[in-house]
């Protein structure tokens, strides 16, 4: 059985939708990285990034979402692109939301609710590039249903698991904006599947209070000033 380290956040969100929609069987790990559980050993000897998720399939150790759903659809064959000439662009959306709106997104959440200030240029910075990337994705999906081909795959996965939270990244107005990524979102969540990952936050519970702890523990640059 696969063990899936996993807390609430967006990127264990789309390996949950990933894990429910093949049928695999888990184990859930929960990591509370509000307590500072993702910087224990036994969690670094899993992934030494100190990030969730992480999962541990027969003895393999898989870190990064997007590299577990692709571990997990080459391991499935399920919901990879029909055609041999949408791979290369599969791998392109699927790393476009690795390195684009995963960390962009991430930022623009950071300083605008939880950096202190001054903060105006970064603020401005992080929701430019926030805005510039989910519009490219908004282009996307104005000509298609899904991302790649015709066919629901784990690049709409990936999408998914930060789109939920754009209010939460650019404000509460922001869906407006993004048409079609909020139909695709709509699409998503209608499956079974989505229900049952977001349903796996009504069975654990997670450290609320962001209180000094929780800050040093999410962002350990406040512990130590770099030169």
Not at 66 to 92: C, H, Q, V
Not at 140 to 168: C, E, H, N, T
């Amino acid at each position: 059985m696969i063990k899936f380290y996993w807390n609430t956040a967006p990127n264990p969100a789309k390996v949950a939708l990933c894990l429910e929609e093949m049928g695999l069987p888990y184990e859930i790990v929960p990591v509370d990285t509000r307590k500072g559980e993702q910087h224990k050993p036994e969690f670094l000897a899993i992934n030494p990034n100190a990030k969730v998720p992480a999962i541990v399939d027969d003895g393999e150790t898989i870190f990064d979402s997007n590299a577990i759903l692709l571990y997990l659809a080459e391991k499935t064959g399920k919901f990879l692109p029909a055609k041999a000439s949408d791979r290369g662009p599969m791998l392109s959306w699927l790393m476009f939301v690795a390195s684009g709106i995963g960390p962009y997104s991430g930022q623009s959440v950071h300083f605008r609710n939880f950096a202190p200030e001054p903060k105006e240029y970064a603020v401005n910075r992080y929701t430019f590039e926030a805005q510039r990337h989910w519009g490219i994705l908004e282009a996307r999906l104005a000509k298609q249903q899904w991302m790649v081909g015709d066919a629901y795959g784990i690049v709409d996965m990936a999408v998914w698991g930060w789109s939920r939270l754009i209010p939460f990244v650019l404000g509460p107005d922001a869906p407006k904006q993004y048409p079609s990524l909020q139909r695709h979102l709509d699409a998503i969540n209608a499956r079974p599947a989505a229900q049952r990952a977001l349903a796996l936050k009504d069975k654990y519970t997670f450290k609320t209070e962001m209180d000094e702890a929780a800050r040093i523990a999410m962002f350990p640059h406040l512990a130590k000033k770099v030169a």
